[in-house]
Each structure stands twice: as C-alpha cells, then as structure tokens.
C-alpha cells in the first residue's frame, strides 16, 4: 500500500509499504476517506518541532472499515468511522477514568501520525490503517454528516471540546475567553462554546483571517497588535489558552476570575516557562495543562454536529485530492482537509 512519509523538513513522498494485517480478532483494518491536518501538522513538516523524523503524517480522520475481528461487535465492514489519534484500549484503569491519552496496555504517547515518538503507528494519510482495539476506539459517523466536515473529531475538535466543555458543565451560560494562535483548536472552541450555551465567547488573536472567522462564529473579537502592549481585559471564569507563547498563557491567566479555569493547550517547546505563581495562588486560578484525550469527547461532537448545532466545516480552509496531499501539506493553512 502507499503511505505518505516526511523524510525531511517540507520533503514529503509516498512510499510503498507492507499492507497491515490483523493479529488479533478485535482489531480492524480502515481505510480513510477524509484526512485533516492538525494544528502540530505544520510545524512537524516545517521541521521545527522535536519529534524526530521520518514521520508518517496524518492523525485526524473518517475511514471506512473494511475488516473486523470476530470479536468486534460496535463496528461493522462499510462503517464510516472517526479514528481517535491516540491508540486506546477502553478498559484499563486510565481509559475507565477517560483518560484514553495514557492507556496503560500500550507504551506512552502510542499514537497515529507522530513516527517513532508516537511508537510507530503509521499515519492516516495511508491505503489501510490498523486499529488494535476496534470496539474501544472506533465511533461511527451519524447518517447524514459529510466525512470531510469531522475529520478533526479524532483531534483538534476534542481538544477544543476539552477547553470548555467541562467547565461550561459545571457552570451553564459562563463567560469564555480564549487566547488563538496558529491553527484551528482556538476557533473550534468557539464553536463549541456556543453550541453548550456560552453567554459570550472573546477571542484574542493576532491574524486577520482567524478573527473575522471567530467573529462569524459569534464571538467578539479583539485583535492583539506585535509590538503593543497586551490589552487589560476583565476577570472570565472559563479561560482558554492556545497561543503557544509564554506571553500568551501568563496574559490569559492574567485574564482568568478567581476560582476561575485556565486551560493551556498549545504546547510551549521550552524547558522552562515562567508563571504568575503567586498571583494564581492569590486568586485561586486553576491552570489545566495536558494533552488531549480525545476518544472520549468524540460522540458527544458527533451528536452535536448532527443535530446541526455544531459546525467543524465553517473552520476548514480548503478540501483537496488525495494525491494532492504531498505539494498541499507544504503550504500553511488553518484547516486543510485531504479527501479521497
């Protein structure tokens, strides 16, 4: 089968690689239709992350199944499916407490689309794609939702679910705040808010594309300036932070109430980040960090988007070809969604 592999910082190519086989009857095999990048995709083919390559890219994405192990019961040949990015096994003591990012039958960090440092998992931008624990980790599309518009469900929609969904549970029409950078998650959790009855989203960025997007998506918009001081903004309960720069997290836990939740999802590539530890203690900020752990979150996206309360498509930048994957990674986008 093909697979297409970085080999080099923007130095993209298909290669030919063994079909995956089943070892196991509740394993599947799945063949994806709709592949989008996630906000990491880019920096990983530009060459500035630590993740070491080659790396066989795609994480997010709807499949077809075309072979289960007569043991699986949730999933069937013909299913369309979201395949969660990180491998899980659902019953463990870490999936049972949803933290399907940490299962304890498979090594740390296993998990589609990162190389060697996600163990080896192969990407989903492939002809086939092996799923170790089927009932566990596969969730079938609803009738009616278009593949291309929840390819990010396996990631970048989690994650954007887990910066507010929570906290918007333990207080219903809550304020939210949130900081956006490079990428899609900033935006989706917009979105999202929204869906679970925000009183009033705020997003902060620097890009003009995101902020008209984010105020199409219903959110007030302010724009931060390069070189201008970050604004003084008023005490939110429900704060996110996807900036990616230390600046950006200290700003927005500048920016959270007291007893407030600070999320920070971007991850900061540096050994040591200064924090506003005492003013967090006076205030009693709770600051979240941590990868996503998305199997969880994904049904609950699926039944939103279905009901039309949720829209993942307005954030994609563009749909393309699948053999247009190599010369399209290479050019920055928000949201690009690669389909067969």
């Not at 190519?13 to 989008?36: E, I, M, Y």
């Amino acid at each position: 089968m093909r697979q297409l592999v970085l080999t080099g910082p923007r130095q993209l190519v298909w290669q030919d690689v063994p079909d995956p086989q089943l070892s196991g009857d509740g394993q599947a095999l799945v063949r994806p239709l709709a592949v989008a990048t996630c906000d990491l995709d880019h920096p990983i083919v530009a060459g500035t992350t630590p993740f070491p390559l080659p790396v066989a890219l795609g994480h997010e994405c709807v499949a077809e199944v075309v072979e289960v192990g007569s043991a699986v019961g949730s999933v069937k040949v013909g299913d369309r499916v979201v395949v969660p990015f990180q491998i899980s096994c659902g019953t463990c003591g870490a999936c049972a407490r949803g933290l399907t990012s940490d299962c304890e039958r498979v090594a740390p960090l296993s998990m589609y689309g990162f190389g060697v440092a996600g163990g080896e998992r192969g990407g989903f931008l492939a002809d086939l794609v092996h799923v170790p624990y089927a009932d566990a980790m596969l969730v079938p599309v609803p009738e009616g939702v278009d593949p291309r518009a929840v390819a990010s469900a396996s990631d970048n929609i989690a994650d954007a679910w887990r910066l507010v969904a929570p906290w918007l549970a333990e207080w219903p029409g809550e304020e939210v705040l949130i900081r956006g950078g490079a990428g899609s998650i900033g935006l989706y959790a917009i979105d999202v808010a929204r869906a679970l009855g925000a009183s009033r989203v705020t997003y902060l960025d620097v890009a003009g594309d995101r902020l008209a997007l984010a105020a199409d998506l219903g959110a007030d918009v302010v724009e931060l300036v390069a070189e201008e001081p970050l604004p003084r903004l008023r005490r939110v309960a429900i704060t996110a932070d996807f900036s990616g720069t230390v600046d950006g997290l200290r700003h927005v836990l500048e920016c959270t109430a007291p007893g407030g939740h600070c999320t920070h999802a971007a991850p900061i590539f540096a050994a040591d980040v200064p924090l506003p530890l005492l003013a967090m203690y006076t205030f009693g900020v709770h600051l979240h960090v941590s990868r996503c752990a998305a199997r969880p979150a994904i049904p609950a996206i699926l039944a939103l988007v279905a009901a039309g309360r949720l829209h993942p498509e307005r954030v994609t930048t563009d749909v393309v070809g699948w053999d247009e994957a190599a010369a399209e990674l290479v050019q920055p986008r928000t949201k690009l969604v690669i389909a067969r």
